[in-house]
């Protein structure tokens, strides 16, 4: 069964520091979308992504966060200088269809600030 | 804008009794309604999803869930519970119109041998 898949699973970086969050979405989705989980809490939309662009972001999303889809398989989420409030689970998530009929989710990549 | 409201932040059932995990939403417009799960350390998986027709709606793992327009609830139920169903799950809505999807704060399902 086709699934979205996150590297890495686990990311450990100092404040200050840029990530990239990687995920490959099913191959045939057209929308991609990142959300985060900080511990403990509700599942957070940061940024839907369509047609190369961004369609759509939350007010979590702003000018420390990027997302960017470099070939045809691949979908990043960057953060510029990491905080550590940044801590979270990221999960990448995709949809073959309009307006979130079904978006199917990765597994998640914790992201660990020091 | 749309919300949604689960009211218990943690459910304890017998094994092989019945449960019913309460979403409520609110929203000015039509919607998407959907039930998460989140199995321990792992991702989020659909559980089922109402997007129109049957209010009525079945899922995977024996799960259904019904959609009440009037009382803007998508309750989810499962008749007889299983320990593998210890996870937490998270109700979901999403405007016809938008690209997000709104969780709520989860519900803990603790199954008790």
């Known amino acids: 069964e086709p699934e979205v898949t996150q590297t890495p699973s686990h990311q450990v970086t100092q404040m200050g520091q840029e990530v990239i969050l990687r995920c490959v979405p099913i191959s045939n989705h057209l929308y991609f979308y990142w959300y985060r989980q900080i511990l403990g809490q509700k599942v957070e939309f940061l940024v839907s992504?369509?047609?190369?662009?961004?369609?759509?972001k939350s007010e979590i999303f702003d000018d420390q966060f990027s997302v960017e889809r470099p070939d045809g398989s691949n979908f990043t989420l960057k953060i510029r200088s990491t905080k550590l409030e940044d801590s979270a689970m990221y999960f990448c998530?995709?949809?073959?269809?309009?307006?979130?009929?079904?978006?199917?989710f990765g597994q998640g990549t914790r992201l660990t600030v020091v | 804008a749309q919300s949604v409201t689960q009211l218990d932040s943690q459910v304890p059932v017998f094994e092989e009794a019945p449960v019913e995990l309460r979403c409520n939403y609110s929203?000015?417009?039509?919607?998407?309604l959907f039930w998460y799960v989140q199995y321990p350390n792992q991702g989020l998986q659909l559980l089922l999803k109402?997007?129109?027709?049957?209010?009525l709606v079945k899922g995977i793992n024996g799960f259904e869930a019904e959609f009440n327009k009037s009382q803007t609830s998508f309750h989810l139920r499962k008749p007889s519970v299983h320990i593998s169903d210890t996870a937490e799950y998270f109700c979901?809505?999403?405007?016809?119109?938008?690209?997000?999807?709104?969780f709520g704060k989860g519900t803990r399902l603790h199954i008790l041998p």
């Open positions: 109402y997007l129109s027709g049957s209010t």
């Open positions: 979901a809505v999403s405007d016809i119109r938008d690209d997000k999807i709104i």
């Open positions: 998530a995709s949809s073959d269809a309009a307006r979130n009929t079904e978006a199917f």
């Open positions: 929203s000015s417009v039509s919607v998407y």
């Open positions: 992504f369509y047609n190369n662009e961004i369609s759509e």
